[in-house]
């Protein structure tokens, strides 16, 4: 039998950072919601930035509509344009740093879909305290078109400098699929 205490702790937060933009590609769009129709069944509960824009509106749109639990976290400043999505749980806060932190807190792991400087921001700043052995909680970036690829490039071109440790590679998830994103997270279905 297998020993539970040595078994990674059950997922069953996950944050979910990607973009506030409309007009990207329907595809990124896309994503999103099927992305959040599969945290609802998969009995996950997402927790994210509050808003009711571009990717972020459509993961947590799709995770509510799919009988899913959501929590949203939205700086009062960004209220209007981000639209805070008013028909899940939101905490409202005063900073970026307060966003953030509640998020980190909340989740078990951190899956980034694409995004722009502010999705590239936040899933940085959870690979450095990662780097610092501040946590240990799984990320995965997920794109079904490579989207991350030239992310992945510059993080092999900083450890081809030896500025970044080769394992450290490991430590990051380059998912191609919704399905290969959930089997790196080891998750079960709760019900
Ligand atoms: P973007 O990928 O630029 O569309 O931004 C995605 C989300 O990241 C938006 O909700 C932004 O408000 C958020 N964001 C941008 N910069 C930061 C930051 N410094 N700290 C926390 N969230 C941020």
């Given at each position: 039998m297998a020993d539970s205490s040595s078994m990674p702790p059950a997922i069953r937060s996950v944050c979910v950072y990607c973009g506030s933009?409309?007009?990207?590609?329907p595809a990124y769009l896309d994503l999103a919601t099927r992305f959040g129709a599969e945290l609802a069944a998969r009995g996950m509960r997402l927790v994210y930035g509050g808003g009711a824009v571009g990717l972020m509106g459509r993961v947590a749109k799709a995770t509510h509509e799919g009988g899913g639990e959501v929590l949203g976290i939205m700086p009062r400043f960004l209220e209007r344009r981000e639209i805070t999505y008013q028909d899940v749980p939101h905490r409202m806060v005063d900073t970026m740093h307060e966003r953030k932190h509640i998020m980190f807190e909340e989740s078990d792991a951190f899956v980034v879909l694409p995004g722009g400087i502010g999705t590239l921001e936040e899933a940085v700043e959870m690979l450095s305290w990662k780097r610092l052995d501040l946590h240990r909680k799984p990320i995965i970036f997920l794109s079904e078109d490579g989207f991350w690829t030239p992310f992945f490039t510059l993080m092999q071109h900083t450890v081809d400098a030896n500025l970044?440790?080769?394992?450290?590679?490991?430590?990051?998830v380059d998912a191609k699929s919704i399905d290969e994103c959930f089997a790196a997270l080891g998750a079960r279905a709760r019900v």
């Open positions: 933009s409309n007009t990207t590609k970044t440790p080769a394992s450290f590679q490991d430590a990051v």
